[in-house]
């Protein structure tokens, strides 16, 4: 049995099934324990399906296809063991056993043949203790990536996003919110402690559901960092159309028509493709951010690239570190908004279009 980050820890319980009227009460034996009531109870199926998700719960069908492969391909006795949180005004939330209740109400898993489950019930204080309890009960055979945590924000924070550059399972990279989130909040690429996904999603919803508005298509990761930056920064100003233009002519592949002349996007492709060559990770992610920054000041002024195989002037120098790059880009333009600004932002960008 798991033990919960918040050192919850039962006492055995002699007799074999416990009502919700019944309490396990556990007490304190460290400074930084607290009490916390314990009950257990058997519970039909259908209460257990009708049963609120916990909102951090991951993309449950995916991961039902894969577990349907793995450690629930076949029915086993420990399978009707499941958890819940019960909040002050009685509502029962799911800790686990979120992909079992998909598989069993299909029929892909075989439930339990008298039709119940025993259910550990966990009083909490509110619904936020309920969401970090989620985070110490999920499977450790299922182990939750940094998108799971992320769709599990989405979820939380109730973010609606449709559109192929933001919506699929792996478009909304966590790298890139990440790296955005350290841009605008500490003026570098990634912090030496990032915060949750579930903290990034709160935070950046009204940033990612304007940008999904635009019904851009899949970036890369580096690529999309520079895109949730350059809205952020630009999406409630007088330079939003010219923002606009910019990502448009991106996403249509846009070229100039011109020999050895290149538009600051088309330009800021071919950067990125012939880097692509030598290698993906941090260091391209970064120093994409700076082509981007760059080439959107060239936008903003009107300007284009010259060079008859590559775009001169975009390529960074050797003594150029993309941080200061895109640092200066930031500040130029006034620095980022504050965080309880944000949401105002996309009202700002309607009233712009």
């Known amino acids: 049995m798991m033990t919960p980050k918040n050192h919850v820890i039962a006492k055995p319980i002699k007799s074999a099934i416990l009502t919700l009227g019944e309490t396990v009460s556990q007490k304190p034996q460290l400074g930084s324990w607290r009490q916390y009531q314990i009950h257990v109870t058997h519970m039909p199926l259908s209460q257990w399906f009708a049963m609120?998700?916990?909102?951090?719960?991951?993309?449950?069908?995916?991961?039902?296809?894969?577990?349907?492969?793995?450690?629930?391909?076949?029915?086993?006795?420990?399978?009707?063991?499941?958890?819940?949180?019960r909040l002050p005004n009685g509502t029962l939330v799911k800790l686990d056993g979120h992909t079992r209740a998909f598989l069993w109400e299909r029929g892909k898993l075989a439930a339990p043949e008298d039709g119940m489950v025993m259910v550990t019930v966990y009083?909490?204080?509110n619904i936020e203790e309920a969401k970090s309890f989620?985070?110490?009960?999920?499977?450790?055979?299922?182990?939750?990536?940094?998108?799971?945590?992320?769709?599990?924000?989405?979820?939380?924070?109730?973010?609606v996003l449709r559109s192929g550059c933001l919506s699929g399972s792996t478009s909304l990279h966590a790298t890139s919110l990440k790296m955005a989130d350290s841009v605008a909040l500490h003026g570098v690429l990634m912090p030496k402690k990032s915060p949750s996904e579930y903290e990034l999603m709160g935070r950046w919803k009204p940033i990612l559901?304007?940008?999904?508005?635009?019904?851009?298509?899949?970036?890369?990761?580096?690529?999309?960092?520079?895109?949730?930056?350059?809205?952020?920064?630009?999406?409630?100003?007088?330079?939003?159309?010219?923002?606009?233009?910019?990502?448009?002519?991106?996403?249509d592949g846009r070229?100039?028509?011109?020999?050895r002349r290149w538009l600051p996007m088309e330009a800021v492709r071919f950067r990125a493709e012939t880097e692509k060559r030598f290698g993906a990770g941090r260091v391209l992610n970064a120093r994409t951010m700076a082509y981007v920054c760059k080439a959107l000041d060239a936008h903003f002024e009107g300007k284009t690239f010259l060079g008859t195989h590559e775009p001169v002037g975009l390529r960074l120098k050797e003594d150029e570190k993309p941080e200061d790059v895109v640092m200066s880009h930031v500040r130029s333009y006034g620095g980022m908004p504050p965080v309880d600004q944000w949401v105002h932002i996309p009202e700002n960008a309607w009233r712009l279009k």
């Open 255 to 259: 070229k100039s028509g011109e020999n």
């Open 134 to 159: 989620y985070d110490t009960f999920d499977s450790p055979s299922a182990a939750m990536t940094a998108q799971d945590r992320m769709a599990g924000g989405k979820r939380e924070h109730d973010v």
């Open 209 to 251: 559901e304007m940008v999904d508005a635009q019904d851009y298509h899949r970036l890369d990761t580096g690529m999309l960092a520079g895109l949730l930056v350059t809205w952020l920064l630009h999406g409630g100003t007088s330079r939003l159309p010219d923002l606009a233009d910019f990502w448009a002519s991106y996403f």
């Open 52 to 85: 609120r998700d916990n909102k951090r719960q991951r993309e449950t069908e995916e991961h039902a296809r894969k577990a349907s492969r793995t450690h629930l391909k076949a029915p086993h006795p420990t399978h009707r063991n499941v958890s819940a949180a």
């Open 123 to 125: 009083d909490v204080r």
